[in-house]
């Protein structure tokens, strides 16, 4: 055999190999990482072992805390799903979208003091999302679970995503177990399956199949959402467990160790595959936790030392956990205490992929703070929920800039402010202290949305105080043109 002159010569050769080393190192730094979002339902702020339960346990949930950024001041875009969800897929407030209330939602209050604007019963086709942007820049894109943007002609598969499994308008499943899921979720199974359980197994072939491509997997289960059903081995632990901190729900407790199970396939695949370097991991939800009596007459949880819950636009109602893992990039175990929304993800995934991020966004991208910086600075953040909620929530609106929040009520037109770093419990409303502040953010906050072209509620002409909490028929919901 003749050598090359390269390989009859060390420095050559050497030489060769390093650039080449060199080549490779530099490609795998320039790939584009895979993304998986992993949206829980009705999750509340304190219901994880890294946030503070002790009676709730999540490992799996503790691990990717250890291993990615927490983010302390973490808020969905609305205290409901669908408004929230819609903002995740377009970067852009429930106030633009028109999506301001969970599809299906109804006004059902005929003598109330306000009757709501009109909204969306879908996620607009003319809104770009998330998964479409991907998709153009060569991801491959699944959405397995809950959709709830819209059914037929608005479905996943109608807004970038190459697979959708399992999602459609629902909102909710009537029940964990197959095949009694079937009268509402789309998704076939096994007879016992457990609906949280089989959303992993489908998200593992997807990571199985795709392995060797770039992707986005959006994972947005159906818990820990009503109705509250735990596998019965898990209910019967919790149920021998001491109650901790208003955590004392054996169901419920039970679906929180089903679906931080979920999250230990998901990462234990990735490893398996030798993806975890490459991929990029978020987990959060889409509002605060159910403490209102909305179920079976009892709080599904307790989001203390926050205010209220699901359906609000107190603490409770809006914080929510956050976690990112980006490896090589984000320190592990780091926190950020700036306030962030659901609206930052599309930029923040795009910025990532290295793709152009639109201007005409809400959101801003987080990678800045992912790469190590200490903050990006104060800006406004704004909730806009113009309805009354099953969970007795009113139509009302807020702001977050800096440490200081504000709510306007629209009932009565009253406002709260609260110092958020001093009491992040809302318990003393400094409106009447502080009317100089109270003021100028109350003016930001509708300067943003006249700006925006949101609908305000209207006064009701049948209001009658003595009856505004009783319920009649569906008054709508009436889609917004």
């Given at each position: 055999?003749?050598?090359?002159?390269?390989?009859?010569?060390?420095m050559?050769?050497?030489r060769?190999?390093?650039?080449?080393?060199?080549?490779?190192?530099a490609?795998?730094?320039?790939?584009?990482?895979?993304?998986?979002?992993?949206?829980?339902?009705?999750?509340?702020?304190?219901?994880?072992?890294?946030?503070?339960?002790?009676?709730?346990?999540?490992?799996?949930?503790?691990?990717?805390?250890?291993?990615?950024?927490?983010?302390?001041?973490?808020?969905?875009a609305a205290?409901?799903?669908?408004?929230?969800?819609?903002?995740?897929?377009?970067?852009?407030?429930?106030?633009?979208?028109?999506?301001?209330?969970?599809l299906?939602?109804?006004h059902?209050?005929?003598?109330?003091?306000?009757?709501?604007?009109?909204?969306?019963?879908?996620l607009?086709?003319?809104?770009?999302?998330?998964?479409?942007?991907?998709?153009?820049?060569?991801y491959?894109?699944?959405?397995?679970?809950?959709?709830?943007?819209?059914?037929?002609?608005?479905?996943?598969?109608?807004?970038?995503f190459?697979?959708?499994?399992?999602?459609?308008?629902?909102?909710?499943?009537?029940s964990?177990?197959?095949?009694?899921?079937?009268a509402k979720?789309?998704?076939?199974g096994?007879?016992?399956?457990?609906?949280?359980?089989r959303?992993?197994?489908?998200a593992v072939?997807?990571?199985?199949?795709?392995?060797?491509r770039?992707?986005?997997?959006?994972?947005?289960h159906?818990?820990?959402?009503?109705?509250?059903?735990?596998?019965p081995?898990?209910?019967?632990?919790?149920?021998?467990?001491?109650?901790?901190?208003?955590?004392?729900?054996?169901?419920?407790?039970?679906?929180?160790?089903?679906?931080?199970?979920?999250?230990g396939?998901?990462?234990?695949?990735?490893?398996?595959?030798?993806?975890?370097?490459?991929?990029?991991?978020?987990?959060?939800?889409?509002?605060?936790g159910v403490?209102?009596?909305?179920?079976?007459?009892?709080?599904?949880?307790?989001?203390?030392?926050l205010?209220?819950?699901?359906?609000?636009l107190?603490?409770?109602g809006?914080?929510v956990p956050l976690?990112?893992?980006?490896?090589?990039?984000?320190?592990?175990?780091?926190?950020s205490?700036?306030?962030?929304?659901?609206?930052?993800?599309?930029?923040?995934?795009?910025?990532?992929?290295?793709?152009?991020?639109?201007?005409?966004?809400?959101?801003?991208s987080?990678?800045p703070?992912?790469?190590?910086r200490?903050?990006?600075?104060?800006?406004?953040?704004?909730?806009?929920f113009?309805?009354?909620?099953?969970?007795?929530?009113?139509?009302?609106?807020?702001?977050?800039?800096?440490?200081?929040?504000l709510?306007?009520?629209?009932?009565?037109?009253?406002?709260?402010?609260?110092?958020?770093?001093?009491?992040?419990?809302?318990?003393?409303?400094?409106?009447?202290?502080?009317?100089?502040?109270?003021?100028?953010?109350?003016?930001?906050?509708?300067?943003?949305l006249?700006?925006?072209?949101?609908?305000?509620?209207v006064?009701?002409?049948?209001?009658?105080?003595?009856?505004?909490?009783?319920?009649g028929?569906?008054?709508?919901?009436?889609?917004?043109?």
């Amino acid at each position: 055999m003749t050598l090359s002159k390269a390989a009859r010569n060390p420095m050559t050769s050497r030489r060769a190999f390093l650039g080449t080393l060199a080549a490779g190192l530099a490609s795998a730094a320039t790939r584009r990482p895979n993304f998986i979002f992993i949206l829980i339902d009705d999750l509340g702020w304190r219901d994880t072992g890294y946030n503070g339960s002790r009676y709730y346990q999540t490992p799996h949930i503790d691990r990717l805390a250890r291993t990615g950024m927490q983010f302390t001041n973490g808020y969905s875009a609305a205290p409901v799903c669908s408004p929230t969800r819609g903002a995740l897929m377009t970067g852009r407030h429930p106030a633009r979208t028109g999506v301001t209330l969970h599809l299906q939602g109804t006004h059902r209050l005929p003598y109330s003091k306000l009757l709501p604007p009109p909204h969306r019963l879908e996620l607009p086709l003319e809104e770009k999302t998330l998964a479409e942007y991907l998709r153009d820049g060569g991801y491959r894109t699944a959405c397995i679970g809950k959709w709830h943007l819209g059914g037929a002609g608005f479905l996943p598969t109608d807004q970038g995503f190459d697979i959708g499994l399992g999602g459609d308008e629902a909102g909710s499943t009537n029940s964990f177990f197959y095949p009694k899921w079937k009268a509402k979720i789309p998704l076939e199974g096994e007879e016992g399956d457990y609906l949280t359980d089989r959303l992993t197994t489908e998200a593992v072939r997807f990571l199985h199949d795709n392995a060797t491509r770039p992707f986005f997997l959006y994972l947005p289960h159906f818990a820990v959402h009503v109705p509250i059903e735990g596998k019965p081995d898990l209910v019967r632990k919790y149920a021998s467990k001491p109650p901790d901190g208003g955590h004392n729900y054996d169901e419920y407790a039970a679906m929180i160790e089903s679906m931080d199970a979920s999250v230990g396939r998901i990462l234990d695949a990735l490893d398996e595959l030798k993806l975890a370097d490459n991929t990029v991991v978020i987990f959060t939800s889409d509002n605060g936790g159910v403490s209102s009596l909305e179920w079976k007459k009892r709080p599904v949880t307790s989001n203390l030392p926050l205010r209220a819950g699901k359906g609000h636009l107190y603490e409770g109602g809006i914080r929510v956990p956050l976690l990112v893992r980006w490896p090589g990039v984000t320190r592990p175990g780091s926190r950020s205490d700036d306030p962030v929304s659901t609206t930052d993800f599309l930029p923040t995934m795009l910025d990532m992929a290295g793709l152009p991020v639109p201007t005409a966004l809400d959101g801003h991208s987080l990678a800045p703070l992912l790469r190590g910086r200490s903050t990006l600075g104060p800006r406004d953040i704004i909730w806009f929920f113009p309805h009354y909620s099953p969970q007795l929530g009113k139509p009302s609106a807020a702001i977050r800039h800096g440490d200081d929040k504000l709510i306007l009520f629209y009932e009565d037109d009253h406002t709260e402010l609260y110092n958020l770093r001093a009491d992040p419990g809302e318990t003393r409303d400094l409106a009447a202290e502080q009317p100089a502040k109270a003021s100028r953010l109350r003016a930001r906050l509708e300067s943003w949305l006249r700006q925006t072209g949101a609908r305000l509620p209207v006064r009701n002409p049948q209001f009658d105080p003595a009856r505004e909490r009783e319920t009649g028929p569906p008054m709508g919901p009436v889609t917004r043109k």
